[in-house]
């Protein structure tokens, strides 16, 4: 869960989706989500208070730095739709060149 919906701050929003997307990154390049391994209660009570997750050094550049930045506590840190959909990490998976046009809407 992201932080600002654990603290009901911003509520559940596309930056939330952004929280989301990052921790989706981590579960498919590890192949478990982050704190997997803690009682979900625990879970909830270390996300706003604790560092993000991240991926360690095994991972390519471009890949620990979408996570970071789709990671940020702070809501508006984070990368925008627009941004995630263009970050080179999204499309270095896939072996595609980044689009022309402009991110779906």
């Known amino acids: ?23 989706t990154a981590i579960e498919m390049a ?3 989500p982050p704190l ?7 879970v909830i009570f ?7 997750p991240q991926l360690d050094e095994h991972f390519s ?3 620990k730095e979408f996570v970071s930045l789709c990671l940020k506590k702070v809501p508006s840190e984070q990368l925008g739709t627009s941004q995630a959909y263009r970050h080179h990490a999204a499309w270095h998976l896939t072996g595609s060149s980044l689009p022309s046009s402009s991110a779906p809407s």
Not at 7 to 22: E, F, H, M, R, T
Not at 46 to 52: L, Q, S
């Open 46 to 52: 270390i996300i706003p208070r604790e560092n993000p």
């Open 61 to 63: 550049h471009p890949m």
């Open 30 to 32: 590890k192949g478990k």
């Open 1 to 23: 869960m992201a932080p600002e919906v654990i603290q009901n701050s911003d509520g559940c929003n596309v930056k939330a989706d952004i929280w989301y997307l990052g921790i």
């Open 36 to 42: 997997v391994d803690l009682h979900p209660m625990w």
